[in-house]
Structure formats: C-alpha cells, structure tokens
C-alpha cells in the first residue's frame, strides 16, 4: 500500500468524522441550492415540500398535509391561502367528510413543480458533477438502501421537511 492510499483510505478512528463531515457538506450543498431554487415559492422551500407533496400523492386533507411535513395547522393555512392566491393548488370539499378539505393542484401548479422539480434535479448533477455518470448512480442508490434501513418505511417528504428545517440559519 503507498502512502497516498494509506493517507485516502479512512481508518476506523477517521471513518466516522469522514461520514459525517461527508453528509453534512453534501446536506449543506443541497439545502442551499433548493433554498435558491425555491425562493419565489410562498414559503422557499417548506412551500416547495408541500406543492411537491400535493402534486406526487393522491389529494391530501389540509390536516394530514399539515401533520405529515410538520407544519403549524394554522401556518399551513396561511400558506395554502398563498398557493390558492398564485393558482397553485385549490381547496375541495372532501366527498367523504364535508368538514374536510382535500388540496389539489391546478394545472398552473403541476407546471411551476415541473420546473422546480428540473432546477432541483440540474442543482443534484451539479452537486454531483465530480463523479462518473456510474458512481452517482451507485452513490444514489447505496444512499437510499442506507436511508431505508435506517429509517423503515419513514416518508420521505416529511424527513426532508425536517432535515430542511434543521439547516435553516436561526
């Protein structure tokens, strides 16, 4: 073994501060970039997790909306006051129960998280750029069984709603 792989390969003693020093720059990274992405969207990002959510998932209520990201009902309702105001989402009596209100999206809003959605997918090749097309892929994935086994069957929406709110600036 060189001394350069003796030096690049992490020890037992380094391994834990290289995971975590790895994660949170690539958290940081990411947080920033979705922060600028999102930042015409009522709300930035938060605002960004819930059209996301509304969009991707079958009609949530306002309450399990609001319960599910981890969001004031009452903030959650200013914020879908905002999103009704921009035609991003509209309010539906739910057939169901019609004390409850189902979100969904309008065609306006399905095409503002299109494009989001691509800004943020051009910001994750960036942040990526360093690594062959093959190790982002293998990178993603081992990523993802990580996360999964660490967190069975946690939403995932709702984790990046926290993990966002953990790297906001008090």
């Known amino acids: 073994m060189t001394a350069r792989e003796q030096t690049d390969t992490p020890t037992p003693s380094t391994q ?3 995971f975590g020093w790895s994660l949170t720059v690539l958290l940081r990274e990411w947080s920033t970039r979705v922060e600028d992405i999102s930042r015409d969207l009522p709300h ?3 605002g960004y997790q ?6 991707h998932e079958a009609p949530p209520t306002q ?3 609001a319960a599910r990201l981890g969001i004031d009902r009452t903030v959650m309702t200013y914020l879908l006051d905002k999103f009704e105001g921009c035609g991003l989402v509209q309010r539906r009596q739910d057939p169901a129960d019609r004390r409850a209100r189902r979100i969904v ?6 095409g503002v998280l299109a494009e989001l959605d691509a800004r943020v ?3 994750e090749d960036e942040l990526l750029a360093g690594l062959p097309p093959e190790d982002r892929r293998v990178l ?4 993802e069984h990580a ?11 709702a984790a990046v709603a926290r993990s966002a709110a953990l790297t906001r600036e008090p």
């Open 140 to 143: 993603l994935a081992l990523l």
């Open 147 to 157: 996360a999964t086994g660490a967190a069975p069957g946690e939403d995932r929406c």
């Open 105 to 110: 999206p309008t065609e306006h809003g399905r």
């Open 63 to 65: 309450a399990a909306l």
């Open 50 to 55: 819930v059209l996301s959510a509304v969009v």
């Open 44 to 46: 930035g990002v938060r």
């Open 121 to 123: 997918a051009r910001a």
């Open 16 to 18: 834990g501060s290289v």
